[in-house]
């Protein structure tokens, strides 16, 4: 499902936007840089899905742009027979950040969903944003043109929440084939959850605020499901799941709202309580994000604070934009990678079938996965909540604070390495340092498993039933 959350610079206590969320897939996650990269003339991308995934479609190629933008992404190996590697967004160097959250539409527009579906898929759409947008907007009309011209290929329906330093847009696709998506705009004073997306009440035309296809409103009245003499037109409840904010999505939004009311307003220690809250946050929260969104003088020095898994038990340590690699601990591996457990580090049966050879480089696979020491973490705390669960938090959240002592020290250093025209110093200086910060992290958390392990046996508290054990959640 995925979650996301946008803050605007009006409650912020730093005086910026914050965009935050998680990936909710059960396979692998890996952090990585995409490099600015060139394109030939005339080179094309694959996108769609395939016949296998779960509403079937057809692979399809579009056109690649000149130069893509460099950014920073969680990629995964799985999800309804997507084709991996799949992403749920992330951070450009122009500063646009993205976040997918699924949106159900309604159960007619799924039943019409053609089987030869063609066109982008989330994947598609989230990569192609990071890859191509300069700002929020963008993002929005370059969604709009792709469904426009190629269709678009979903798994029963979708959305984003597209942000920049300025203002944030929650865009959502439908099902169906019939190229319907809508788009609201948050601005400095917007406070907005997603988990489904959702959006309201929307104009009889597009304006500023809202924008959607021409036949958008139309199609509804052809298909029965609209009568504008019975009032306004409702997206929820016309097109999506007509549950409006679910009691997670409300529950959080007004959490946030009286923390906005605060005199301190909200600062980056609320915006990852909002994603590590035990409430919203557990296993099925693959990773977590926090992304500051501020313009930057150089675009190196743009951060995305990032968790291996869902941030209830592990923390959220800062990445920039200007690295040039990402520890091996934190890219991919075997564990729970879809297709490995038919694969081996061995090539003696490749010249038969080459997909038996791993996909994961062997010296990769010889480091800790940090999604699997995490989870084991995790799943020790929820063993035994009292006390490891709250021990955990507490510990990751004084870490989160230091880190973020540190942060402005390092951005600052970077900065003046920069502006002497030492590019190559500066990112030689975010690279060690984050890399440094996450390794860290990453002994510590091998540290607080074995001891929590120890403690969960003597206390013969070792879950061995059928039934994992887990905090109580709002969703």
Known sequence: MSYGIYVGRNHSADGHAWLAGYGDEPSSHWLEIAPRAQHAPDTTIEVGVSPSADLPGMRSTIPQVAETFR????????????????????????????????????????????????????????RLVLER???????????????????????????????????????????????????????????RASRPGYIGVIPDSPTKD??????????????????????????????????????????????????????????LHDMIWAIATERLTGDTAGYGQVVPLMHRRHDALRVMWHAPVGAVTAPLVPVFMGMTDIPLEFGIHRYLTTGESARFLDARHSGR???????????????????????????LAFQMPEPLLGEFYEHWRRLERCLGSELEDVLKT??????????????????????????????????????????????????????????????
């Open 210 to 267: 809202f924008l959607f296809p021409d036949h958008f409103i139309s199609f509804a009245i052809d298909m029965g499901w609209y009568d504008p003499a019975q009032g306004s037109f409702d997206v929820n409840a016309i097109y999506g799941d007509g549950k409006g904010r679910w009691k997670g999505v409300a529950w959080v939004e007004d959490e946030m709202h009286q923390r906005a009311a605060r005199p301190e307003k909200i600062g």
């Open 133 to 191: 947008a300069r700002t929020a907007r963008e993002g929005v009309d370059l969604i709009a043109a792709l469904i426009a011209e190629h269709g678009y290929s979903c798994y029963g329906g979708n959305s984003h929440i597209i942000a920049d330093p300025d203002e944030a847009w929650v865009v959502i696709e439908f099902s169906g084939g019939r190229k319907l998506w809508v788009a609201e705009r948050l601005g400095p004073d917007s406070i």
């Open 353 to 379: 079938n080459a997909d038996t050879v791993s996909h994961v480089p062997q010296g990769a696979e010889v480091t800790h996965s940090a999604v699997a020491v995490h989870k084991r973490l995790m799943h």
């Open 71 to 126: 950014h920073l992404r969680v990629s995964y190996s799985y999800y309804l027979g997507v084709p991996a590697p799949i992403t749920n967004g992330g951070l450009n160097e122009h500063g646009v950040a993205v976040r997918d959250i699924w949106s159900t539409s309604r159960k007619e527009l799924i039943a019409m969903t053609p089987p030869d579906q063609r066109g982008p898929n989330y994947s598609d759409l989230a």
């Open 414 to 475: 970077a900065e003046i390495l920069r502006d002497q025209k030492e590019e190559r110093l500066a990112r030689r200086l975010l690279t060690v340092q984050a890399s440094t910060w996450l390794q860290n992290a990453l002994q510590e958390a091998l540290i607080l498993g074995d001891a929590a392990e120890t403690r969960v046996r003597n206390c013969g508290t070792l879950n061995l039933s059928s039934t994992p054990m887990k905090p109580a959640q709002v969703w």
